[in-house]
Nanobody, 120 residues
Framework: QVQLVESGGGLVQAGGSLRLSCAAT????????MGWYRQAPGKQRELVAV???????NYADSVKGRFTISRDNAKNTVYLQMNSLKPEDTAVYYC??????????????WGQGTQVTVAS
């Protein structure tokens, strides 16, 4: 059993910063790609940023230059540093990871989501 446990959401003023964390725990052999997605009310879930095990990254155009994704492979943890936050960044942020478990089966996992609210 693999779980993704997120933390770090909250309420912040526009222009402020937040840092999200997501730790993969459980019966893990190796964590492959990790990423963050978000879903605002009435909108579809969208990609925010992804990072490969080797550290290659990809960002949504709307967050480039403001958000930074990073990971600690030894801790099976991914981070999202969010700076210069805007009200349109308000959403539930979800962690995602491709994980090979101890049975050497690869599956895609989602965290429970953490609310980020940016006040204008």
């Amino acid at each position: 059993q693999v779980q993704l446990v997120e933390s770090g959401g909250g309420l912040v003023q526009a222009g402020g910063s937040l840092r999200l964390s997501c730790a993969a725990t459980g019966s893990i052999f190796r964590v492959i790609d990790m990423g963050w997605y978000r879903q605002a009310p009435g909108k579809q879930r969208e990609l925010v940023a992804v990072i490969t095990r080797g550290g290659s990254t990809n960002y949504a155009d709307s967050v480039k230059g403001r958000f930074t994704i990073s990971r600690d492979n030894a801790k099976n943890t991914v981070y999202l540093q969010m700076n210069s936050l805007k009200p349109e960044d308000t959403a539930v942020y979800y962690c995602n990871a491709d994980v090979i478990n101890q049975m050497l089966t690869k599956n895609d996992y989602w965290g429970q989501g953490t609310q980020v609210t940016v006040a204008s």
